[in-house]
């Protein structure tokens, strides 16, 4: 069976994704784009993961 992706993921990924920017990468990932705008990737759903927990906690 599939997972659904939900609506907001869906949306959050076209408001955060951008084109493939080697010079965002760390160093080392030049050569293999695939690997290197994955990790760029999964660094920023962290960093937005860790802001929206912070604005949460601040809430209550």
């Not at 907001?8 to 050569?31: C, I, M, N, R």
């Not at 705008?37 to 906690?57: A, P, V």
């Amino acid at each position: 069976m599939r997972e659904e992706i939900p609506y907001l993921v869906e949306e959050l990924y076209y408001q955060y994704s951008h084109k493939l920017v080697p010079e965002s990468w760390a160093t080392g990932f030049e050569d293999n784009p695939v690997q290197g705008h994955g990790l760029w990737s999964f660094y920023q759903g962290l960093r937005l993961g860790m802001q929206l927990s912070t604005i949460c906690l601040k809430m209550s």
